[in-house]
């Protein structure tokens, strides 16, 4: 089983910075997929940006330009790098690895973007 713990959120005004991390424990060998999912009051989780083991990413096109999802193996973490921050990308930040098609889920980090 993978553990998964996210550092990062907080409060911040529009146009700025943060940077989430989420660090891996547990059964990391051969994890095939680690990502970030947001959810905000009233709406569904949906997917924000995600790195295979290989280095492919993918993004939300809400988050395009704007978020970069980039990894360091020899900590078992992965970043997303948020920019320009907006009032909408306010939510709470989930973790995700995927393994043998299992996904484990950290316990989320807030994001509040506000002035």
């Known amino acids: 089983q993978v553990q998964l713990v996210e550092s990062g959120g907080g409060l911040v005004q529009p146009g700025g910075s943060l940077r989430l991390s989420c660090t891996a424990s547990?059964?990391?060998?051969?994890?095939?997929?680690m990502g970030w999912y947001r959810q905000a009051p009233g709406k569904q989780r949906e997917l924000v940006a995600s790195i295979t083991a290989i280095g492919i990413t993918n993004y939300a096109d809400s988050v395009k330009g704007r978020f970069t999802i980039s990894r360091d193996t020899a900590k078992n973490t992965v970043y997303l790098q948020m920019n320009s921050l907006k009032p909408e990308d306010t939510a709470v930040y989930y973790c995700?690895?995927?393994?043998?098609?299992?996904?484990?889920w950290g316990p989320g980090t807030q994001v509040t973007v506000s002035s």
């Open positions: 995700n690895a995927v393994k043998d098609s299992r996904p484990s």
């Open positions: 547990g059964s990391i060998f051969s994890i095939y997929r």
